[in-house]
């Protein structure tokens, strides 16, 4: 345990459970249900309203192998591919074998997907797949279907919720294991200011940490607040270098900063193509798949043909779709475009890639155990060896379902004693975290969008790490460097917590980004083009130690060893790139 806490009050309410789950969405509200429904007292804490997180932004669908001919091995088969040789095997047989099940109990619990005629579940492809497994709703609304049936089952059940509340560090008892969160609720509900939720099992769905860069799809909440707790609380973390940016985001300008309106792969599984402003479709030729290569191959043929044609931004073309189908299957994406002055059914959609998905995040086991006892992971949160280098398209949905109720099952087999909530200990003078002002959040992005974006190299990454280093060097007193003339003191309350979990989780995920030195997935060194897999076929575990650093190690080869709690992983030597030893055989996970 590190003893890092980020400065706060002390809590001033306090209330008893079994498990907390903080967050909202498919991973945290699945993991609820499952583990009240074995009867124990289950508090869910979201930072906005039950419905505000990722889950609802969710344009595309979830894929599982439902489909006739198709198969979990299929599945398998181009998980692995899209993961460019860092998927566990194992965690990703667990999700394609059990997805299916998953996803019928996701029906079972209210969600209604889209049907054929025939009233089976109407299915369509994305990037990466070679078959059509995504199952969709609301023609191009899966996630705000997934949330609305999901809340609607956790309010039927009434369970206890705390809403507007932003989860800050965690408890633990004199043995180190997990005994509950503090969290600070913004003036709304029963409970007011900073509390804590005393519990034995704590379970990080918290989303993903897509508003460290300037432009991305996630929504404002997405701080990488639970990734953040966990770095102070001592757990590690993996592959946090590993950022998808999705290839199809409206472009609104060069400028546009915040959360961009998606434009969904499933448009491009219709048969959209992308084209550059001479109508060359420019994907033709670069990958067997076209337009429906993996993110991370499009992603980069995007950007390499902006580069070429000096532009900021490439199109793609559904005009042949007519209105009808752009109705019916893409009313929400037609509606976004159209409030922005674009009109599909006409004209080109201009597009560019944006920050989309954390394939990395907080280790975990293949039960969701981190390395702290007692501490789960899922949801984008968690890194589970599921996605590698790069996420498949729809994987992600499927990846809460399943590993919920792993996580579920685990925790109520722990059994009566392992849920009797245990005393929260002093322990040793914790390490309080200085504040950044809230202003610095702005710069944060910045830094992070021109030293650590889709492109990156061994001097962008330099730059960015030493101007984190500086704006971290500011906290505590008088507020960051903004570019503002008025500096301001930063003080505890959300924006100020927000921004120093944003700077924490950047430095990890620069740290991670400076020591692979190759390019792999969706992690692209322009100065290391090529993949290595002698030297890189391997995870980079973070933690970050009692002086607030990062601590970087390999593993010593592409399968992540079991979680230990309290524990680093064993490693090859982190800072010498030119270790070459044979990949040790890797026990499975537990």
């Known amino acids: 345990m590190t003893g890092i806490r980020l400065t706060a009050p002390a809590p001033g309410w306090a209330i008893d459970a079994d498990v907390v789950v903080v967050g909202s969405g498919v991973a945290g509200l699945t993991t609820a249900l499952r583990c009240a429904a074995a009867g124990l007292a289950t508090v869910v804490v979201t930072k906005a309203r039950l419905d505000d997180g990722s889950t609802r932004w969710a344009q595309g669908g979830i894929a599982a192998a439902l489909g006739e001919g198709d198969t979990p091995e299929q599945h398998l088969d181009d998980t692995l591919v899209a993961g460019a040789g860092l998927c566990d095997e194992t965690a990703v047989r667990a999700l394609v074998t059990e997805g299916p099940g998953a ?10 997907f889209d049907t054929t005629e025939a009233g089976a579940i109407a299915l369509t492809r994305e990037g990466g797949h070679h078959r ?18 999901l809340v609607g089952a956790v309010r039927a059940a009434a369970l206890r919720t705390i809403e507007n509340a932003l989860v800050l560090d965690l408890l633990t008892d004199a043995e180190g294991r997990t005994a509950g969160v503090t969290l600070h609720v913004m003036g709304e509900g029963q409970h007011d200011g900073v509390g804590a939720v005393r519990a034995p099992a704590v379970v990080l769905a918290t989303g993903g940490m897509g508003q460290v860069f300037s432009a991305t799809t996630n929504p404002p909440v997405s701080t990488g607040d639970g990734v953040a707790l966990a770095l102070r609380a001592g757990a590690e973390v993996s592959d946090l270098e590993f950022v998808q940016f999705h290839p199809t985001v409206l472009f609104l300008g060069a400028d546009s900063e915040g959360q961009q309106p998606l434009v969904s792969e499933a448009v491009r599984g219709e048969g959209a193509h992308l084209v550059d402003a001479s109508g060359t479709r420019f994907m033709l030729g670069q990958h067997e798949l076209a337009e429906l290569a993996p993110r991370d191959i499009v992603a980069k043929a995007i950007t390499r043909q902006m580069h070429l044609t000096g532009t900021e931004h490439m199109y793609l073309d559904a005009r042949h779709f007519g209105a009808e189908m752009w109705e019916r299957r893409f009313p929400t994406i037609l509606a976004a475009c159209r409030a922005h002055g674009i009109d599909p059914v006409t004209e080109p959609i201009p597009v560019a890639p944006a920050a989309h998905y954390a394939s990395g995040g907080v280790r975990t086991d293949l039960r969701g155990r981190t390395t702290v006892p007692g501490l789960y992971a899922c949801g984008e949160t968690a890194c589970t060896g599921v996605h590698g280098a790069n996420r498949l398209a729809s994987n992600s949905l499927l990846e809460g379902l399943v590993f919920a109720e792993r996580i579920a099952a685990d925790i109520v087999a722990a059994g009566p004693r392992e849920r009797t909530p245990a005393p929260v200990a002093e322990g040793p003078e914790p390490v309080t975290v200085p504040l950044l002002a809230a202003e610095s959040r702005t710069e944060i992005q910045r830094i992070m969008t021109r030293g650590a974006g889709v492109i990156r190299s061994a001097d962008s990454l330099a730059v960015a790490a030493e101007r984190l280093e500086a704006l971290g060097s500011t906290a505590g007193g008088p507020g960051a460097d903004t570019g503002e003339d008025a500096a301001k003191d930063a003080v505890p309350g959300v924006e100020a917590w927000e921004a120093t979990n944003l700077l924490l989780v950047s430095r990890v995920l620069v740290a991670a980004a400076r020591e692979r030195e190759e390019t792999r997935g969706c992690h692209w060194r322009e100065d290391r083009p090529d993949r290595d897999d002698t030297a890189w076929r391997r995870h980079l575990v973070v933690r970050t130690g009692r002086d607030r650093q990062p601590v970087v190690s390999r593993t010593d080869g592409p399968a992540f060893p079991p979680v230990r709690h309290g524990a680093p992983a064993r490693t090859a030597a982190p800072t010498d790139p030119l270790n070459h030893t044979a990949d040790a055989p890797q026990e499975p996970q537990s």
């Not at 996803?103 to 209604?112: H, K, M, S």
């Open 103 to 112: 996803v019928r109990r996701l029906i079972d619990t209210g969600a209604r």
């Open 132 to 149: 059509r497994r995504i199952a969709h709703a609301g023609g191009d609304a899966t996630g705000a279907e997934i949330s609305r049936a």
